[in-house]
């Protein structure tokens, strides 16, 4: 079946250094995506969020780019700090469902 | 404050019986959703409500039941007939669509509640 999933399972970088997480999907359908956080023993928060009709979108410190040719999401976060330290997940949705589909999650590591 | 309040935190069960997982928004939502993550995995939809009286399932709903008779509320009930129910339950709620754009809208989420099965 179509799923959501992501290439590295953990990932280790110094603080003040640029985090790439990266997303594959296989729905072509799908037309919005979204980026959550997961602290320990915490729920997700969302993070930032990007539409299909769009190829990058910038937040606070994160961009999200969506390649739609090859099915791949990233989020790039900057100047990455011990507080980013946390396990991310990308999401996909298609249309007016309400029905979000979650990928298996990016562990994320800031050595100090 | 706002936000999404889930009990309880911690819940352990005898195999064979029933337990509700409480799920209450004070976010004026529409939209409500309980998801199950196991260890290392992603979250997976249980069943979702988009507006009071009505519920559909979601991707894992067998063993599972919810009611939606109050805006704010959104019980999870774990029956006997759920093979493997330890796991941790995320509620969630969303006010739905934003305007003309698809998708749910962002996701309230709770601190979640994690069940055990003795």
């Known amino acids: 079946g179509e799923s959501v999933g992501l290439h590295l399972p953990t990932l280790s970088v110094q603080e003040g250094d640029n985090s790439i997480i990266n997303c594959a999907y296989s729905n072509s359908a799908s037309d919005y995506f979204i980026w959550y956080k997961q602290e320990s023993g915490k729920g997700p928060q969302f993070i930032i969020d990007?539409?299909?009709?769009?190829d990058k979108r910038q937040g606070q410190r994160v961009t999200v780019l969506l390649n739609k040719t090859v099915k791949h999401l990233s989020l790039q976060i900057a100047a990455t700090q011990p507080g980013d330290s946390a396990v991310y997940f990308c999401a996909e949705n298609k249309g007016s469902s309400y029905k979000l589909i979650f990928g298996s999650g990016t562990r994320l590591l800031v050595r100090p | 404050d706002g936000g999404i309040t889930q009990s309880p935190k911690y819940l352990f069960r005898k195999e064979g019986q029933n337990v509700t997982l409480s799920c209450e928004q004070n976010l004026n939502h529409d939209a409500m959703y309980w998801y199950r993550q196991d260890p290392g995995q992603g979250l997976r939809l249980i069943y979702y409500s988009q507006i009071v009286n009505d519920f559909q399932k979601g991707d894992i709903a067998e063993g599972y039941s919810v009611s939606r008779e109050k805006k704010e509320s959104f019980p999870l009930t774990v029956t006997s007939a759920q093979k493997n129910p330890t796991a941790f339950y995320l509620c969630a709620s969303s006010s739905g669509p934003l305007a003309g754009g698809p998708g749910p809208g962002e996701l309230f989420f709770g601190e979640g509640s994690r069940l055990t099965v003795l």
């Open positions: 990007i539409r299909s009709n769009m």
